[in-house]
Nanobody
Framework: QVELAESGGGSVQTGGSLRLSCVIE????????VAWFRQAPEKERERVAR????????AYIDSVKGRFTISLDHAKNTMYLDMVNLKPRDTGVYYC????????????????WGQGTQVTVSS
């Protein structure tokens, strides 16, 4: 019943910006934990950003700090990832995901996934 759908990916040049959206249906967003992941070819999946649904706790991997911002719009049941100053290393398929616990300490806690949206950053 839980369904996530990403959108907003595309191709940009180095230094460009994109906003990814994820509509989340059938999930208790106000009490949950949600995140953005990405996976580049021949690379392992990375958890890029995470936010508790109350907005009080946010976390980012070091490589995107200062460039990416995760946010929630509860009224629209939507999670966003605002990305600026994009680099080629940001290229990959981006997925939104939701955990089955508010603790969400490990990647295994994320059990609901979207289909992914491609982000390509050229030099």
């Amino acid at each position: 019943q839980v369904e996530l759908a990403e959108s907003g990916g595309g191709s940009v040049q180095t230094g460009g910006s994109l906003r990814l959206s994820c509509v989340i249906e059938g999930y208790a967003l106000s009490t949950g934990c949600v995140a953005w992941f990405r996976q580049a070819p021949e690379k392992e999946r990375e958890r890029v950003a995470r936010v508790k649904s109350d907005g009080a706790s946010l976390a980012y991997i070091d490589s995107v700090k200062g460039r990416f911002t995760i946010s929630l719009d509860h009224a629209k049941n939507t999670m966003y990832l605002d990305m600026v100053n994009l680099k080629p290393r940001d290229t990959g398929v981006y997925y939104c995901a939701a955990a089955n616990t508010i603790f969400c300490y490990t990647d295994a806690d994320y059990v609901y996934w979207g289909q992914g949206t491609q982000v390509t950053v050229s030099s």
